[in-house]
């Protein structure tokens, strides 16, 4: 597995793309006027307390305040050497109460009408550690699976407890490292912290006290490991940042990261700006002549698979698993891709065969397990329907570069111009009766005008004659189909 990253700068936004084999796997954007909040550490003020929702709204500054659970409110824990047990959640009245200044970190961006949403439980990420002021917490990520090696790492991180509060969690990118590695972040956290508990103190509420890196830097430090050949970047400046920031905190990347300086675009290089395109799309043919379909809605997305023009070559059984097993390696492509979130139902094509679903489950599940985000899947449904969740922490990519359609405002049709004709003859007849006019003239769009004055000519002039006033008529360009007015002359 070959694994690339390409880095595109331009003044006003920063677009990082995670390249497979040769194939686009992820797209993350970050514009300067839209920067994601999360890892943000701010001083809020609690503007309300809802004890309905255990919750509370959160004012850190931004035009909509941000969402707080009780369940992430920091409490103690009692630690032991493997595991922790949670102290259960008091009533959010005892622990918040309106106009309260608290620290707090963002942890989800705001998505769509939603604030942002918070935790108390602050969390400050290195090359290799996370450190947890609140906690006592000792913890070894569970992609290290070598058990000596995490026995190894866990003595290592305990013998921080002599000197810190908090605790602290080792990254999967530890694996392997020195101590004297560790010890570095380590002391690189206790520093940071030393700042943001200054800054805390000294700002006044609603401000962010500590904000995370950029992207090129955050793609660094979270997502590079030892399969990544190479990084490459068109822009001179943030190769020389990238260059900075390696040698302190990724030492091994240094030799990895290139300046790209050709004329010929950087996401050119594998057809990276036309899978974006793609993505945007409802409608994704797979190589077989099937396709799936994707629609995304504020509750859920929901994904259907359909055999198109694949018929096969044995049987209508075999068609419809090999259709199946593809579409599952390219929903988990697309899911990744278009950094699709939240509830997803996915619609496969119905099998009979238990042993066929069993592998269609087995086959995707193995397709994301690279995926960076946490996702939750559950057994086909009678329906044959697959429900599965992804953890969402930032907008998907469609959001990211697209808004409602002015002409039907996101529902994806319009009206046709003979349902706006019938809808301009009741307006017209409601008019009469309730004013007196020498003349009505309707203003609509060119389609809706030449169908009133072309086949609904008949129905027009029965109109005229029954309300005892002509009727003109005028085409605006600007109007959508579904718009018109009609005036009295």
Same mark, same amino acid.
């Given at each position: 597995?070959?694994?690339?990253?390409?880095?595109?700068?331009?003044?006003?936004?920063?677009?990082?793309?995670?390249?497979?084999?040769?194939?686009?796997?992820?797209?993350?954007?970050?514009?300067?006027?839209?920067?994601?909040?999360?890892?943000?550490?701010?001083?809020?003020?609690?503007?309300?307390?809802?004890?309905?929702?255990?919750?509370?709204?959160?004012?850190?500054?931004? %035009?909509?305040?941000?969402?707080? /659970?009780?369940?992430?409110?920091? +409490?103690?824990?009692?630690?032991?050497?493997?595991?922790?047990?949670?102290?259960?959640?008091?009533?959010?009245?005892?622990?918040? /109460?309106?106009?309260?200044?608290?620290?707090?970190?963002?942890?989800?961006?705001?998505?769509?009408?939603?604030?942002?949403?918070?935790?108390?439980?602050?969390?400050?990420?290195?090359?290799?550690?996370?450190?947890?002021?609140?906690?006592?917490?000792?913890?070894?990520?569970?992609?290290?699976?070598?058990?000596?090696?995490?026995?190894?790492?866990?003595?290592? &991180?305990?013998?921080?407890?002599?000197?810190?509060?908090?605790?602290?969690?080792?990254?999967?990118?530890? %694996?392997?490292?020195?101590?004297?590695?560790?010890?570095?972040?380590?002391?690189?956290?206790?520093?940071?912290?030393?700042?943001?508990? +200054?800054?805390?103190?000294?700002?006044?509420?609603?401000?962010? #006290?500590?904000?995370?890196?950029?992207?090129?830097?955050?793609?660094?430090?979270?997502?590079?490991?030892?399969?990544?050949?190479?990084?490459?970047?068109?822009?001179?400046?943030?190769?020389?940042?990238?260059?900075?920031?390696?040698?302190?905190?990724?030492?091994?990347?240094?030799?990895?990261?290139?300046?790209?300086?050709?004329?010929?675009? &950087?996401?050119?290089?594998?057809?990276?700006?036309?899978? &974006?395109?793609?993505?945007?799309?409802?409608? #994704?043919?797979?190589?077989?002549?099937?396709?799936?379909?994707?629609?995304?809605?504020?509750?859920?997305?929901?994904?259907?698979?359909?055999?198109?023009?694949?018929?096969?070559?044995?049987?209508? %059984?075999?068609?419809?698993?090999?259709?199946?097993?593809?579409?599952?390696?390219?929903?988990?492509?697309?899911?990744?891709?278009?950094?699709?979130?939240?509830?997803?139902?996915?619609?496969?094509?119905?099998?009979?065969?238990?042993?066929?679903?069993?592998?269609?489950?087995?086959?995707?599940?193995?397709?994301?397990?690279?995926?960076?985000?946490?996702?939750?899947?559950?057994?086909?449904?009678?329906?044959?329907?697959?429900?599965?969740?992804?953890?969402?922490?930032?907008?998907?990519?469609?959001?990211?570069?697209?808004?409602?359609?002015?002409?039907?405002?996101? +529902?994806?049709? #319009?009206?046709?111009?003979?349902?706006?004709?019938?809808? &301009?003859?009741?307006?017209?007849?409601?008019?009469?009766?309730?004013?007196?006019?020498?003349?009505?003239?309707?203003?609509?769009?060119?389609?809706?005008?030449?169908?009133?004055?072309?086949?609904?000519?008949?129905?027009?002039?029965?109109?005229?004659? !029954?309300?005892?006033?002509?009727?003109?008529?005028?085409?605006?360009?600007?109007?959508?189909?579904?718009? !018109?007015?009609?005036?009295?002359?």
């Amino acid at each position: 597995m070959s694994e690339e990253i390409l880095i595109n700068v331009t003044p006003r936004e920063t677009r990082v793309a995670l390249v497979e084999n040769g194939v686009l796997q992820e797209i993350f954007i970050e514009r300067t006027n839209h920067q994601g909040l999360v890892g943000n550490i701010c001083k809020g003020r609690v503007s309300r307390v809802l004890p309905g929702m255990e919750a509370a709204f959160v004012d850190i500054g931004f %035009e909509r305040a941000a969402f707080l /659970h009780v369940s992430d409110i920091a +409490r103690g824990v009692e630690a032991t050497a493997d595991d922790e047990v949670a102290v259960p959640a008091p009533p959010i009245t005892t622990l918040l /109460h309106d106009g309260q200044e608290i620290l707090v970190q963002v942890v989800k961006d705001p998505l769509g009408t939603k604030g942002a949403r918070l935790t108390t439980n602050v969390t400050i990420p290195s090359r290799y550690l996370v450190y947890l002021p609140d906690s006592v917490t000792f913890g070894v990520s569970v992609k290290i699976e070598d058990e000596a090696e995490r026995m190894r790492l866990k003595e290592i &991180i305990c013998q921080f407890a002599e000197d810190d509060e908090g605790g602290y969690i080792v990254r999967t990118a530890a %694996e392997g490292v020195s101590e004297e590695a560790l010890r570095r972040d380590r002391l690189f956290l206790q520093k940071l912290w030393s700042s943001v508990s +200054r800054r805390y103190a000294a700002a006044g509420a609603s401000r962010a #006290v500590h904000q995370d890196l950029p992207l090129a830097q955050r793609i660094l430090r979270d997502m590079v490991g030892v399969e990544v050949d190479r990084v490459r970047v068109d822009s001179r400046e943030s190769f020389d940042k990238l260059i900075e920031f390696a040698t302190e905190f990724v030492p091994e990347m240094v030799a990895r990261i290139e300046h790209y300086p050709g004329e010929r675009p &950087i996401f050119d290089i594998y057809s990276v700006e036309d899978e &974006i395109q793609k993505a945007l799309a409802r409608k #994704v043919q797979l190589k077989s002549g099937g396709y799936l379909i994707f629609d995304q809605t504020e509750a859920m997305t929901t994904i259907d698979v359909n055999t198109g023009a694949y018929v096969g070559h044995r049987n209508l %059984e075999e068609t419809i698993f090999k259709t199946n097993l593809e579409a599952a390696q390219a929903i988990a492509r697309q899911l990744r891709l278009r950094n699709l979130g939240g509830i997803i139902i996915i619609d496969f094509i119905d099998m009979t065969s238990d042993e066929h679903k069993a592998q269609v489950l087995r086959g995707f599940e193995r397709y994301l397990e690279r995926d960076h985000a946490k996702s939750q899947i559950c057994e086909l449904s009678p329906l044959g329907l697959l429900e599965m969740t992804r953890k969402r922490t930032r907008e998907s990519l469609e959001h990211v570069l697209c808004s409602a359609c002015p002409t039907c405002s996101g +529902r994806g049709s #319009v009206k046709t111009p003979e349902t706006v004709c019938y809808e &301009i003859f009741r307006e017209l007849l409601r008019e009469a009766r309730q004013y007196e006019a020498q003349k009505f003239l309707v203003l609509a769009s060119q389609e809706v005008v030449d169908l009133l004055v072309d086949e609904e000519s008949t129905s027009l002039a029965e109109l005229q004659t !029954f309300i005892g006033t002509p009727i003109k008529f005028q085409a605006e360009t600007l109007y959508t189909q579904e718009q !018109f007015d009609v005036v009295l002359m």
